[in-house]
């Protein structure tokens, strides 16, 4: 999609890591030997590179108008049928819009998906993340994403754009003191406690570290009359995978053969 939207050169020209995945478990490291070709290489790069870009193509998509600075208030009905929405604005009246149909991408959460009463299953997930961005050397296997699975604790460790390192912890809940306590000095310990760590130790944190206790796996139905969740608003499962904008492509799918 990526390619097709014309969007992968100029995610490299804009500092997007391209790599293979490595992943270590109790049995040692392995490399999937199907991503040589250069098409299937993980693209990193941060979100707040990411998100312009992809506002850009989509405003100077035909056919779209895009609304800066809004947010969404209500999910109109005609019936049982999603209608169209309302939207407040920084500066005016809200603003009613119909549609034919309303689609839901605001992630985990979704509250296009609560303001149409769409029903939420939930399970709990054990595990917390904090995560933070560091300027230093590269890990050196030179892989686009290193993987730790350490049973139930995971690690990951991402080169991204601007010569900056993602190092990402997962531990299990029962670690959440200790990184409430100091979430830089705990995760670089954890880091640099996994085995063969990257260079977390030699390297400067950049910008605040990030943390999210509550992770816990959502369901919903993805498509209603006039009404489709895309993404994460669909299916926010556990984010070790980094499998939201599959799910976004594979909902758009089952959406689009339901519209036929």
Do not use: Q
Not at 105 to 114: C, I, L
Not at 177 to 190: C, I, N, Q, T, V
């Amino acid at each position: 999609t990526l390619t097709r939207l014309g969007l992968t050169e100029r995610l490299e020209r804009a500092g997007a890591y391209r790599g293979r995945p490595r992943m270590w478990s109790r049995y040692g490291w392995s490399l999937d030997p199907t991503v040589d070709r250069p098409e299937l290489r993980s693209i990193s790069i941060r979100r707040e590179v990411l998100d312009p870009l992809l506002r850009r193509t989509a405003a100077e998509t035909p056919g779209v108008e895009l609304m800066l600075g809004c947010t969404l208030s209500e999910v109109l009905r005609d019936g049982r049928r999603a209608a169209g929405v309302t939207i407040k604005r920084r500066a005016g009246d809200p603003l009613r819009v119909r549609a034919k149909l309303v689609v839901g991408a605001d992630g985990r959460g979704s509250a296009t998906a609560r303001r149409a009463g769409v029903h939420t299953r939930t399970s709990a997930n054990a595990r917390f993340a904090y995560w933070g961005y560091f300027e230093g050397p590269r890990p050196v296997s030179g892989a686009g994403v290193e993987l730790w699975l350490l049973e139930p604790d995971i690690a990951i460790a991402t080169p991204t754009d601007a010569g900056l390192t993602l190092y990402v912890a997962f531990p299990h809940r029962r670690r959440l003191p200790e990184f409430k306590s100091d979430p830089e000095a705990a995760l670089r310990a954890y880091v640099g406690a996994l085995p063969d760590p990257p260079p977390i130790a030699d390297s400067r944190r950049v910008g605040s570290m990030v943390g999210k206790v509550e992770m816990a796996n959502e369901w919903r139905r993805a498509t209603s009359p006039g009404l489709a969740l895309v993404g994460d608003a669909a299916i926010a499962a556990d984010p070790v995978a980094a499998i939201g904008c599959g799910w976004g492509a594979a909902v758009c799918g089952v959406a689009g053969r339901r519209g036929r």
